[in-house]
């Protein structure tokens, strides 16, 4: 692996160039610990851009973010019997403080359901105390023994993780489809990324809910990605941690829960889709930098007049709220930072050299097309305001075409598997409903059904495993 | 414990009244695992004003945000020896992934600085490299036995961490001294907490530091509390981990190397500093709510007339940045939800009846005196920013006139122990600077030497315990 630029085409190995990419562009490293990774602080500031448009959008809802302990006694774990067989296969276990050894070892939390549960039971009294609505920013922890993917596939990553409680099914309903909303508002309009909304069938939801609703992302190399979960738990949890309350009609009831989340794997995501062969190309909206200013003193020309310029800009667009960085330092060439910053994937490249000073323009250069134009100097802010939301609509179009691209419908099982080897994406087939088919399917071709659209369509011809009366279209891939 | 309001006073019971105000006043609560509490939303969003201040702060200097994994690898922990004999006896070890005994157990992170300075090696080749400025925000875990105390000593607990790598020594120490001053002025100036300032004595510094500076808060109980330190690690871990890089002189050279912190031990401090028999007393700029508006509809008054003006005033508040709650709860009655606010620390009631709408005006209550004053509706905003900062400033100023009283200066064994019997506080003394009679001292009081100034004074008398000539006038306390 070179020391510095991509070695291999997006297109030639999709995997390798994954990897390359995410370790070149200072998103992240290995860490010196089996599974683990590190985010450094270019991927960081993009969890940190995610965090800031998430938290606006549930606090406008009157979500509130807290922080419980990372700590799950088994006991508590072992309540829910579905959720702890669904988990246990992953958990870490602390068996020792110190030098001494603990009585009931504790999980590290794969999830919060259990640990919080417990105490909204003694939290939540009457009606009054509800809607109960919170959230929580933390580290995840499950025991994976495939091989890491970085932002993928780690043993401890990063997420949220919202939980709230309800007095009516009605209300508990409402909230997972709000949430997966906002989910797709942050994915679609900021991470650029489009998605299919749905629900997963049984095998697939999440241990102990009773509906789990998904937006799902086609990879290019048509691979699916989950991108984001939203469980109704109906009144699992609360039957199990006795969480009731005294209604109006002062009765007791229990409640009903949602759980959802979203996770650190969405950088992942950005990566796949939007990146090439340069390294990464990043929304403008979650971009950390999204204009770097290179400065281009020729010999012979006055370094001087370049780089009062080059500040000029820099304050200017500083003072219309982007994020800059003006990359004057002198120990590089201009055409090592170009390098540098496309493989960082910043939308746009303000270049001045003193040509540009002495016809008082600048250059700007697009990150997602390469495209270069000569702008007049007081133009220019408004004008890299302006390509920054080019570049955000432009690549969700393209991302949207890839999906569409990579959409296929089939009616039978034979199409289907030709499909599958030969494009992948996206499969919409005709299923039955049965577990069985859904299994079959799985073991025979490693697809998985995505998701139920929400959108149905009436299945277009039979099962397209068994062959028998379908009931619905649904989505099937393999996936991440 | 009566479910609302406090029932001891601070003065009576300092350490119950502690954990009433926490708990009643929906800060945090006891987690249903031994050792460990919950954020609550209260004290959460405390954190995040924190957070958003510091990161200000240290963005503006050049330092990033980073995530390393939680898991520390035992080898790892082991090579600075100093480093792990502080820290083993109260680390919770991992010994179990799965079903799966692992090879080696993992401690989860008590501090970061092996498993960040492994990486630091792989990443630092040439002078171009450095400085490297970063920090986390994370949970730490640290293996207490002694019992649990709500913010100041449970098992886990959120931190910051910063870590910097520089080429020489005197950028490490300017960096030490850069951060102490960014600590001072979020904990004075937002906190409204008075500091005083230091060096920690060898046996009281950071496990494998060649010094740490620390700032120290008096609690009205007359003990110290450690509010933060920064330490210079020198060269130490550098030449245990190995991080070299090439000069400029084209040399190899180890680095120097400092960290740093502040933890959620920084609410508790804000509870005991500020708050009084009717609960807590939140420092404006660090307020998640700062103004709360109470509409006050009188019986055969117009309710219409008060909704209407309690809206507008709202309206104008958020209008001019501030925080604010309109509490119109139709299920509670008007003095319900002033004694909530006043145990929740709200700064400035804004309470509006028939009356005042008939006047034209408001009534806005100061949570740190009580005071009420009826202002004109039109200058209503201004009066309440302006009351915000007037708060601010005397609840520090107060604080500094508690450390001031708390402060007393000794000259023999005698009167030092006298002074921490009926006083405590912090005791200035003279010390010889051996670490037998700090040790002694330690033994045989409790009290130990919190810092030795930054502003030196000379000894006003000889050693406080062996009466041999002293070096220095330091600081004692019993502390958290």
Redesign the interface.
């Known amino acids: 692996m070179s020391d510095t630029g991509i070695t291999v085409k997006k297109s030639a190995d999709f995997s390798e160039w994954y990897t390359e990419t995410v370790l070149k562009s200072g998103l992240a490293?290995y860490?010196?610990?089996k599974g683990?990774?590190?985010?450094?602080?270019h991927s960081?500031?993009m969890?940190?851009k995610i965090q800031d448009v998430f938290n606006r959008k549930i606090r406008a809802t009157g979500h509130?973010?807290?922080?419980?302990?990372?700590?799950?006694?088994e006991g508590?774990l072992k309540k829910e019997a579905e959720h702890f067989e669904g988990f246990?296969?992953?958990?870490?276990?602390?068996?020792?403080?110190?030098?001494t050894p603990l009585e009931e070892?504790?999980a590290?939390r794969p999830t919060s359901e259990t640990?919080m549960y417990?105490?909204f039971a003694?939290?939540i009294r009457s009606w009054?105390d509800l809607p109960l609505k919170?959230n929580q920013w933390?580290?995840i922890v499950r025991?994976e023994?495939k091989a890491t993917r970085l932002f993928l596939r780690t043993?401890?990553f990063?997420w949220q993780e919202g939980h709230t409680v309800h007095a009516t099914s009605a209300e508990a309903e409402k909230e997972v489809a709000d949430i997966l909303n906002e989910y797709r508002d942050l994915i679609e309009s900021y991470l650029a990324i489009p998605v299919v909304v749905g629900v997963k069938t049984d095998s697939e939801k999440f241990a102990g809910a009773l509906y789990t609703t998904t937006l799902e992302a086609i990879m290019p190399d048509g691979k699916a990605l989950q991108m984001g979960t939203s469980h109704n738990l109906g009144q699992n949890f609360g039957k199990v941690f006795d969480i009731k309350f005294v209604g109006e009609d002062k009765q007791d009831h229990y409640v009903w829960q949602t759980s959802w989340g979203i996770t650190t794997r969405l950088i992942g995501a950005i990566v796949m889709v939007h990146g090439d062969d340069k390294g990464l190309v990043l929304p403008p909206k979650i971009a950390p930098v999204q204009v770097v200013i290179v400065p281009i003193p020729y010999k012979g020309a006055d370094p001087a007049a370049v780089a009062e310029k080059a500040r000029e800009i820099y304050a200017a667009l500083v003072e219309k709220g982007l994020s800059v960085v003006l990359d004057d330092r002198e120990?590089y060439t201009p055409g090592w930072k170009f390098n540098q910053w496309e493989l960082k994937g910043v939308p746009v490249r303000v270049e001045i050299g003193p040509r540009d000073v002495s016809k008082q323009q600048v250059t700007l250069a697009r990150r997602d097309t390469f495209a270069k134009i000569a702008v007049k100097e007081d133009e220019a802010v408004e004008k890299v305001a302006r390509l920054l939301e080019e570049i955000q609509h432009n690549l969700y179009a393209k991302a949207r075409m890839c999906l569409e691209e990579k959409t296929s419908t089939v009616v039978n099982y034979d199409e289907f598997k030709k499909v599958l080897s030969e494009k992948g994406g996206f499969i919409k087939g005709s299923w039955c409903s049965s577990a069985k088919c859904e299994e079959k399917i799985k073991e025979e071709t490693g697809a998985t059904i995505r998701l139920r659209p929400f959108e149905k369509e009436k299945p277009v011809a039979n099962c397209v495993y068994c062959g028998e009366k379908a009931v619905e279209t649904v989505y099937f891939a393999r996936s991440y």
Do not use: H, S
């Open positions: 490293d860490a010196p610990i683990c990774m590190i985010f450094r602080e960081y500031a969890w940190e509130n973010n807290v922080y419980f302990p990372m700590f799950i006694p508590f246990v296969p992953e958990v870490a276990w602390v068996t020792q403080g110190g030098e070892k504790l590290i640990i417990a105490t003694k939290w009054r919170i933390c580290n025991w023994t043993r401890e990063l120990e």
